[in-house]
């Protein structure tokens, strides 16, 4: 499993219109094939930088993700709200407590 982390930051007129592109794709993100789980976290401190969390049957599934129209069009418009460069980490799955 891959578990990815993307952190994108803002600009702060902009928070109000990736919420609103976020709730409209979500769904259909989350049930891409290979994907198994979405979520959105917001900063503590930050309102305008905002994190997504997810799973990844495998870096191929995330590839057929990332090569989708899907993928293409919600981060081409997400690209444009942005106030900063977009980081993404990508981790294997080790071990997980309960």
């Not at 709730?23 to 891409?32: D, G």
């Not at 969390?53 to 599934?61: K, M, Q, R, T, V």
């Not at 129209?69 to 942005?82: I, Q, R």
């Amino acid at each position: 499993m891959l578990v990815r982390v993307v952190k994108m930051t803002f600009k702060k007129d902009s928070v109000n219109d990736f919420l609103e592109n976020f709730n409209s794709h979500k769904e259909m993100i989350r049930n891409f094939p290979g994907c198994s789980h979405l979520e959105l976290w917001q900063d503590k401190n930050f309102e305008n930088i905002f994190m997504t969390y997810s799973y990844w049957d495998s870096e191929e599934a995330l590839e057929q993700y990332r090569d989708s129209e899907l993928f293409k069009s919600v981060w081409s418009y997400t690209k444009s709200l942005f106030a900063d460069k977009p980081m993404a980490f990508s981790a294997k799955k080790i071990e997980e407590l309960p």
